[in-house]
């Protein structure tokens, strides 16, 4: 049984701001919800950064203009955090607003398995640190789904693991460290453990992309306001995600972008060392093996 999804990613509703046209956002919105209704699909995700963040007070405000746009949608929606949406705000603050419990979760549908994992996007900057850090416990709980998975699991974050390039990405390229997670080879390892078809969803790096690593297909979504692609104007990127045997991926505004796989369960050979680390290449260079 196939399952349709409708997503939304990086909304980014404000003033604008750098490239992100946040001005536009509600009116895009309005799109979207023509869109999703349209579609009908089984349910909406959005992957989050509602808002650009201001402080407490404005943040709260928008936060609630972005839930009561989202209330024109007639499927079941699920909201994940993105950084921006925990710089002032805590997790309760936007489950209150968009009336939903914001932990990891796992929704069945269809023959797949939907693993909402909502690891904390909050960047934490003190003298020691600044970035994302990924915490413990929600590596735990990858970790353990993918163990347990006995069907095929689409993992949903706001923000990637696949550690993919940022060449070219207004906002990533100088600074590759904050488009992931610390440690996402950890994340990545722990999905490796399924022996099940595994594939990912995120936004956060605000362009369409994919990538595959250990047989585990990577796919980033573009952001609703995003203007560095579309020269000056908001992307209005709306997803549709189509699982199946074979996924069908298409991303409908002025980036368009599809994409379709079969997702497997199959995993590759582990990478070699650095050359000069092995042995085996090191007397290989000095002549001690043939």
Not at 3 to 14: S, Y
Request: glycine share 6%; hydrophobic share 40%; proline share 6%.
């Amino acid at each position: 049984m196939s399952v349709r999804i409708c997503i939304v990613t990086d909304i980014h509703h404000g003033a604008p701001s750098a490239t992100k046209r946040g001005d536009t956002a509600l009116d895009l919105m309005g799109e979207f919800a023509r869109f999703a209704n349209d579609a009908r699909p089984d349910f909406v995700l959005d992957l989050g950064d509602r808002i650009s963040d201001v402080d407490r007070d404005a943040d709260l405000a928008l936060q609630r203009e972005v839930a009561e746009a989202f209330k024109a949608v007639d499927a079941p929606i699920h909201h994940l955090n993105g950084n921006h949406d925990r710089d002032y705000l805590e997790v309760e603050d936007n489950e209150e607003i968009l009336g939903q419990p914001m932990g990891n979760t796992v929704i069945d549908a269809g023959d797949w398995r939907i693993a909402l994992w909502r690891a904390d996007a909050k960047i934490l900057r003190t003298a020691d640190h600044s970035g994302f850090v990924l915490r413990e416990a929600d590596l735990l709980w990858l970790s353990r789904l993918a163990q347990t998975a006995n069907r095929p699991l689409l993992v949903v974050s706001h923000v990637p693991v696949s550690g993919h390039a940022q060449t070219g990405n207004y906002y990533f390229e100088r600074n590759p460290s904050a488009s992931t997670y610390p440690m996402a080879e950890r994340a990545r390892a722990a999905l490796a453990q399924a022996r099940v078809p595994v594939a990912c969803i995120a936004g956060h790096v605000h362009w369409n992309t994919v990538t595959t690593v250990d047989g585990i297909t990577h796919l980033t979504q573009q952001s609703l306001t995003e203007s560095f692609t579309t020269r000056g104007e908001p992307a209005g990127a709306f997803g549709m995600l189509e699982l199946d045997d074979t996924i069908h991926w298409q991303v409908h505004g002025r980036d368009p972008f599809r994409f379709s796989f079969r997702p497997t369960a199959e995993r590759w050979t582990p990478p070699l060392p650095d050359f000069a680390a092995h042995p085996e290449f090191s007397a290989r260079r000095k002549g001690l093996l043939k």
